[in-house]
Structures are given as C-alpha cells and as structure tokens.
C-alpha cells in the first residue's frame, strides 16, 4: 500500500465552478502526477510534481492546475469545469529509485 | 517522444485459454516497461515491469511478458485464463526513475466460462 488518499471519491459539479481535488501520500516521496482517464484513451497525464513549488505540465494540461506547497499534498483544480473535463482522476506517486507509479483508487467527476 | 501502442481493444477468451495481449512501444532512450492491471471502479495495479535486466519478466498471477526490442514489442500472455482475470489492462512506458509513465489506450479482457 503506497498510502495514497484521494478526495473525494466522487464528486458532481456545475459547469463553470471551480473544483480542487486533493491527493495525499503518507511516505513524502517526491514524485507525484494526476492522470486522468477517458473510454478510448487509456491514462493521459495533467501535470506532475518533482517536489515542493516544482510542477509541470503533462499533455493535457489546459483547463487545469495544480500546486504542490508539502511534500504529501498535490492539489489538481478545475478553474471553471467544463463537460470535457467529465472524467476518472488518478494521481500517482514514484518512489525514488524505483521506475513503476502507484496509484490512488482515483476520483469521479461528473460535470453537468 | 515516448508512445505506447495496445493492439486490439477488447479481447475474448474461454477459460483455460491462452490470454495474449498485445503492446507495442516507441521510446527514443532504452525503455522502462509496465503491465498494468484495472479491476471495475479501482485503481492500477502493477502487474509486471522491465528495467533492462531479464527480457523475460514474471509477474503476479501468473502473467509474464517478453521483451523483444527488434520488434518494439512488450506482448503480455497468460497460459490459462481465469474468470478473475476479467479486467482492463494497461502497457505502459518511462524513460527511467522517477519519469512519467506514458500509456497505451488499454484492452479490456472479457474471459468466457
């Protein structure tokens, strides 16, 4: 168990409200990513993390953004939802040292 | 560019059967290879990975993939399917540790008794 808490687990909002999920890890590695996941698209990456303050992004960044101010906190927000960003949210953690992510149990997100 | 292609979105078995599936990958560095695995409204679970040791790699329940890179392959297979195999499965790849993991699409893998 990487000790990876997302929240909340499901969430439906409206179009053009800002939402902030939340990614927890327990063990301060300093690797973290959000992915989110679509039918027919398999995982796609938002942004990343190398640690406190260090972000960048992934290949579907637009519309999102994420701010990393400890070690065990990688925030992802909405800044105004929209229906394409309807989707399953997955944040992972690296290990230092090792090569594989582990993943949280993600987070569904309906935007109506 | 890192890319990972999954051949076939859907694949059937019966039970007992061989479970092949397909991955195919293009890295410009010696690649790092995963095998993910995702059972309904969960998480990835790993199921494999290749860090340039052994190009035969074993995994949990029974999976093994080979890596073969003249053909940029990284195929999953199972000798005998289980009803418990029912599940999507994920290839992906990095470029070392620490890097970002880039998948394929998936396949879904149904196993018919």
């Known amino acids: 168990d990487a000790g990876i808490t997302q929240s909340p687990r499901h969430k439906v909002t409206e179009t053009g409200t800002p939402v902030t999920l939340r990614c927890h890890q327990t063990e301060n590695h300093r690797y973290m990513y959000w992915y989110r996941q679509d039918p027919g698209h398999g995982l796609r990456l938002i942004h990343y993390?190398?640690?406190?303050?260090?972000?960048d992004k992934g290949e579907v960044s637009d519309g999102y953004s994420v701010s990393r101010s400890k070690t065990e906190d990688f925030l992802l927000t909405l800044e105004s939802a929209t229906s394409s960003q309807t989707s399953v949210y997955f944040c992972?953690?690296?290990?230092?040292?090792?090569?594989?992510?582990?993943f949280g149990q993600g987070t569904r997100l309906t935007v109506v | 560019a890192q890319s990972v292609t999954q051949l076939g979105s859907h694949v059937s078995v019966s039970e007992g059967a061989l479970v092949l599936l397909r991955c195919n990958y293009s890295s410009s560095v010696p690649p790092y290879l995963f095998w993910y695995v995702q059972y309904p409204n969960q998480g990835l679970q790993l199921l494999l990975k290749?860090?340039?040791?052994?190009?035969l790699v074993k995994g949990i329940n029974g999976f093994e993939a080979e890596f073969k890179k003249s053909e940029t392959s990284f195929h999953l297979t199972k000798p005998s399917a289980h009803m418990s195999d029912a599940a999507e499965y994920f290839c992906?790849?990095?470029?070392?540790?620490?890097?970002?993991?880039?998948f394929g699409t998936g396949t879904r893998l149904a196993v018919r008794p």
């Open positions: 992972a953690i690296s290990v230092e040292g090792n090569t594989e992510a582990f």
């Open positions: 993390s190398y640690g406190v303050k260090d972000t």
């Open positions: 290749y860090t340039s040791a052994a190009t």
């Open positions: 992906a790849v990095s470029e070392g540790s620490g890097d970002k993991l880039t």
